[in-house]
């Protein structure tokens, strides 16, 4: 199999804006927590698919809770990127803030997505390394390794 190049975390990043509508609100006036899951999801899916060139599928999501309510009219920011890649999964984190009008944002939701590149008969295929720059970027590595493992561990287990 070609080993594919190597990428940086910042080749793949994505911000995505929303204006929360009436048809994303739920009988409590704040956001359906599936509107939120399906925001993520797509993010999730474009950081995956700038990262390996390939399509992708979702394999697992490690969370979703609202940390912080999310209204009518409110501005909401996703900011993806690429923390962990195996063999052929990818770890991306989501990130999403309310945005008031001055600027300020505060933390909705911290979401972990394994996206699991696919060639073109949908069976999965080899995704390039990433290039940590940072320390952030190392750290991030580190604790996505952790989670794989923790994951790997979950998937064994006999119930």
């Known amino acids: 199999m070609d080993q594919k ?8 990043a994505v911000t995505q804006t929303q204006i929360v509508l009436s048809s994303h609100i739920n009988g409590a006036g704040r956001l359906f927590g599936g509107q939120l899951m399906e925001w993520i999801d797509i993010v999730a899916g474009v950081v995956a698919r700038r990262h390996s060139h390939c399509n992708q599928t979702t ?11 999310v209204r009518l009219n409110d501005t909401l920011i996703l900011l993806g990127k690429i923390t962990y890649v195996g063999h052929t999964s990818m770890e991306v984190q989501v990130d999403s803030y309310v945005e008031d009008l001055d600027g300020t944002r505060k933390l909705v939701n911290t979401a972990f997505f394994v996206m699991v590149a696919l060639d073109e008969k949908d069976h ?12 952030e970027e190392k750290a991030a590595w ?3 390794k952790r989670r794989n493992e923790l994951r790997k561990q979950r998937r064994i287990e006999k119930y």
Request: glycine residues 6%; hydrophobic residues 40%; without cysteine.
């Open 5 to 12: 190049p190597m990428r940086r975390v910042a080749d793949s």
């Open 59 to 69: 394999a697992s999501v490690d969370n979703l809770q609202f940390k912080e309510a």
């Open 124 to 135: 999965p295929v080899q995704v390039p390394g990433l290039i940590l720059e940072t320390e």
């Open 142 to 144: 580190e604790s996505g």
